[in-house]
């Protein structure tokens, strides 16, 4: 009698350990995102790993606006560190610019140091599908525990990755580095150092590995708005969403690329609190022109860019008032 109750206990409690949806899994870990994935718990305080053993992957997507790329690649190259990290870069059938181009523009190590990877799709899969298309093959593709989802159209202020490491150190596994206008995606609780977002883009979203692997097998795969799925998700389980009072991003892109070679006027752009200032006068020349509405498919005409004709050796007189 003595043996067939302790049998019942222990058939009890492996059931409701079991069980995804016992309340005393979730007892045991406050603030789990999706109860059980692959055995395991992730939870706000073992999302990310110690600083010490973080390594940072950069994933950006691209398709034509080949003004916008090329300034953003330009802007990347000024970041501090970026020599020593991994860059992948989805291609999603661009016919502007092929894998040779990216290449050019987005390799910054030493020769003989591959850290650009490209990959590329011959036929177009959309901006919605490919911002989680991206996240999960870079997880299959890297070990990386730190992930970055860059955009085409970002820059960046060169000390940003110098700063990723202790941000996400303070962060829930999940931060932005672009702090966008209230009107799109409202925000609250702003120290001197951080505001919670109740929403944001993917444009500037930085995961912490675990937390990633977790959202992505937890959020049944549609074609629209994975961004607002996420941020929905995360904020049911009560995951904080910080961005830098500071926005390190400035989101420069007025026109954002559709099918059939169409652009579509946008107006979640800028950066709160972006500091111009760190930023080299040409680079901030050109995103405050692209800013203003130029187009992305037109190149520069900065005169910095353009060499001048030589002159004749002799002195012409000016005419006054010069």
Same mark, same amino acid.
């Given at each position: 009698?003595?043996?067939?109750?302790?049998?019942f206990v222990v058939t009890t409690?492996?059931?409701?350990?079991?069980?995804?949806?016992?309340?005393?899994?979730?007892?045991l870990d406050p603030g789990t @995102?999706?109860?059980?994935?692959?055995?395991?718990?992730?939870?706000?305080?073992?999302?990310?790993? !110690? #600083?010490?053993?973080?390594?940072?992957?950069?994933?950006?997507?691209?398709?034509?606006?080949?003004?916008?790329?090329?300034?953003?690649?330009?802007?990347?190259?000024?970041?501090?560190?970026?020599?020593?990290?991994?860059?992948?870069?989805?291609?999603?059938?661009?016919?502007?610019?092929?894998?040779?181009?990216?290449?050019?523009?987005?390799?910054? @190590?030493?020769?003989?140091?591959?850290?650009?990877?490209?990959?590329?799709?011959?036929?177009?899969?959309? @901006?919605?599908?490919?911002?989680?298309?991206?996240?999960?093959?870079?997880?299959?593709?890297?070990?990386?525990?730190?992930? &970055?989802?860059?955009?085409?159209?970002?820059?960046?202020?060169?000390?940003?990755?110098?700063?990723?490491?202790?941000?996400?150190?303070?962060?829930?596994?999940?931060?932005?580095?672009?702090?966008?206008?209230?009107?799109?995606?409202?925000?609250?609780?702003?120290?001197?150092?951080?505001?919670?977002?109740?929403?944001?883009?993917?444009?500037?979203? &930085?995961?912490?590995?675990?937390?990633?692997?977790?959202?992505? !097998?937890?959020?049944?795969?549609?074609?629209?708005?994975?961004?607002?799925?996420?941020?929905?998700?995360?904020?049911?389980?009560?995951?904080?969403?910080?961005?830098?009072?500071?926005?390190?991003?400035?989101?420069?892109?007025?026109? !954002?690329?559709?099918?059939?070679?169409?652009?579509?006027?946008?107006?979640?752009?800028?950066?709160?609190?972006?500091?111009?200032?760190?930023?080299?006068?040409?680079?901030? #020349?050109?995103?405050?022109?692209?800013?203003?509405?130029?187009?992305?498919?037109?190149?520069?005409?900065?005169?910095?860019?353009?060499?001048?004709?030589?002159? #004749?050796?002799?002195?012409?007189?000016?005419?006054?008032?010069?």
């Amino acid at each position: 009698m003595a043996s067939r109750h302790i049998r019942f206990v222990v058939t009890t409690i492996l059931f409701f350990y079991y069980n995804d949806d016992t309340v005393w899994a979730k007892k045991l870990d406050p603030g789990t @995102a999706g109860r059980k994935t692959k055995g395991t718990f992730v939870t706000r305080d073992t999302a990310c790993a !110690s #600083k010490r053993e973080m390594k940072i992957a950069i994933v950006i997507p691209t398709h034509n606006r080949q003004e916008y790329v090329k300034l953003m690649a330009d802007g990347l190259r000024a970041s501090i560190g970026i020599r020593r990290i991994e860059i992948w870069i989805f291609d999603d059938a661009s016919t502007d610019y092929g894998e040779d181009e990216l290449r050019e523009w987005f390799t910054y @190590a030493q020769k003989g140091i591959l850290n650009t990877h490209i990959l590329t799709v011959k036929k177009r899969v959309g @901006a919605h599908i490919n911002s989680r298309r991206i996240l999960e093959e870079v997880l299959q593709r890297t070990d990386a525990n730190v992930i &970055v989802h860059l955009d085409s159209d970002l820059i960046l202020t060169p000390t940003w990755l110098m700063k990723l490491k202790g941000w996400m150190t303070k962060s829930d596994g999940i931060m932005t580095m672009y702090r966008s206008d209230k009107i799109h995606h409202g925000e609250f609780d702003c120290d001197k150092r951080f505001c919670m977002k109740s929403t944001i883009g993917s444009a500037g979203t &930085v995961w912490c590995r675990k937390l990633l692997e977790t959202v992505l !097998s937890e959020i049944t795969e549609k074609p629209t708005a994975f961004d607002f799925q996420f941020s929905m998700f995360l904020s049911e389980h009560e995951f904080r969403i910080l961005v830098p009072v500071q926005s390190p991003a400035i989101h420069y892109g007025v026109f !954002s690329s559709r099918s059939k070679r169409q652009l579509t006027k946008t107006t979640d752009i800028g950066g709160v609190n972006f500091k111009w200032k760190t930023l080299d006068k040409n680079l901030a #020349k050109r995103t405050k022109a692209f800013l203003e509405g130029a187009s992305p498919d037109t190149p520069s005409t900065d005169q910095t860019d353009v060499k001048k004709p030589k002159t #004749k050796q002799r002195r012409l007189k000016r005419p006054s008032g010069f």
